[in-house]
């Protein structure tokens, strides 16, 4: 057995990020820039008021309660075109460009309308600037807005857009396929036969690579033939940027994921010191111009889900462009709720738990008592991996370290 650090070095060192390419400031959401962005303009592009009210010479105000002429109204969108004056005001609404003159803006709610809106009555004196958003007070032209190796979320598309942004340097999504092997295996809706189960492995790992950040593609079931399976796994190659396969790497399964793979990719079978998720396999399938991955992941439910969650995210998200400290899933200090046991078995073991918040203001996880490999309802009703180090187990109290993959 190898450890698990080891196997993802094995793994990560031939996983490359794809290369950036120009994308629309529309298509770009959920990617990773490739390199840094400024700003070519100004945000905002001119001097405007923050807020509904009157824009005025804060002179004319020291003094309030004032009675001011009003001469004219700016909207959102309109150019000015008046002059503020000594005993002028001009109402304005927010957003709207300053018109010359004035240098501060009062408030609607510390004004009173008299003469049907020809005179306002300013009761509030303002000072200089006050109510008054300038020119690139948000960003200014030249400006970094954001570096490479960040994931773009929704609020920087809406910086992008306001700063006049229309591509960005960015690597673009992995395209996943996902397939599951084996002649047991049935989606149709119909009665099982003897001898057959449900498919659930591949319906579980298409969502998992869209979390990850990817973009999945349904290879269905692949029987256990060859000739099928190579052909699969040939057109995988040639349409996809990485192929994560579910079953056949065990020891013991019936060795046609084994005898394809081995002959047609170069190929790592691995034996993990990890529990569930111990056998692994990795490799490199050539397509005549590119070394597409492949993530051979066991076929029990759980420990597909694991080695999943442990190798192939970060592997994938590395693909994307992601640096090492999003990669990867967020470890947490965690305090164990209940003992742990276990036995001394050369391996690290990781256990499904639910973390929550403690009124003690700390992260505690519970753990329930569906460990099992094939279990696979019990990882749905949790949100983290408990990492229960080589030994005898956690006691009650216990702090551990957990890898969340939801909500606490």
């Known amino acids: 057995m190898i450890p698990l650090e080891d196997a993802r070095q094995r793994v990560l060192s031939r996983c490359v990020r794809l290369a950036p390419t120009l994308v629309g400031v529309d298509d770009v959401y959920g990617l990773v820039l490739a390199a840094e962005v400024r700003s070519p303009e100004n945000v905002p592009p001119f001097d405007n008021t923050a807020v509904d009210g009157y824009a005025v010479r804060s002179e004319d105000v020291v003094s309030a309660p ?105 690597h673009p999504r992995p395209k996943v396929a996902v397939l599951s092997t084996g002649d047991e295996l049935v989606d149709d809706g119909g009665p099982l036969r003897i001898g057959q189960i449900r498919e659930s492995n591949r319906m579980m790992l298409l969502r998992l690579v869209t979390e990850a950040g990817c973009t999945p593609v349904d290879y269905g079931i692949i029987r256990d033939d060859e000739s099928t399976l190579e052909h699969a796994l040939r057109d995988a190659a040639s349409q996809c940027d990485a192929i994560v396969t579910s079953g056949g790497v065990s020891m013991g399964d019936y060795d046609v994921v084994k005898m394809v793979l081995s002959r047609i990719a170069d190929m790592q079978w691995m034996q993990i010191a990890m529990k569930p998720a111990k056998p692994f396999a990795f490799g490199e399938l050539s397509d005549g111009v590119r070394r597409v991955p492949i993530f051979g992941l066991p076929g029990n439910p759980v420990s597909s889900f694991v080695s999943f969650e442990l190798i192939a995210r970060p592997a994938l998200r590395t693909m994307a462009g992601h640096p090492t400290t999003t990669a990867f899933r967020s470890y947490a200090t965690v305090v164990v709720d209940s003992d742990v046991r276990r036995k001394v078995d050369g391996k690290v073991h990781f256990d499904r738990v639910f973390a929550y918040w403690h009124d003690d203001g700390r992260l505690h996880v519970r753990r329930g008592d569906d460990q099992a490999s094939h279990q696979l309802s019990a990882s749905a009703r949790t949100n983290a991996l408990l990492e229960v180090p080589d030994g005898e187990g956690l006691s009650a109290g216990a702090s551990a370290r957990a890898l969340l993959f939801g909500p606490a």
């Open 66 to 170: 004032i009675v001011l002429r009003v001469i004219g109204e700016i909207a959102a969108g309109a150019a000015p075109d008046v002059v503020v004056e000594a005993g002028t005001a001009v109402r304005i609404m927010t957003g709207a460009p300053l018109p010359e003159g004035c240098d501060a803006i009062v408030m609607v709610e510390d004004t009173e309308r008299l003469k049907d809106g020809s005179e306002v009555k300013v009761v509030t004196a303002v000072s200089s600037g006050a109510g008054i958003r300038r020119a690139g007070s948000d960003i200014t032209a030249g400006h970094e807005l954001f570096s490479a190796g960040v994931e773009v979320t929704a609020a920087m598309t809406g910086v992008l857009s306001s700063c006049n942004v229309r591509t960005v340097s960015a």
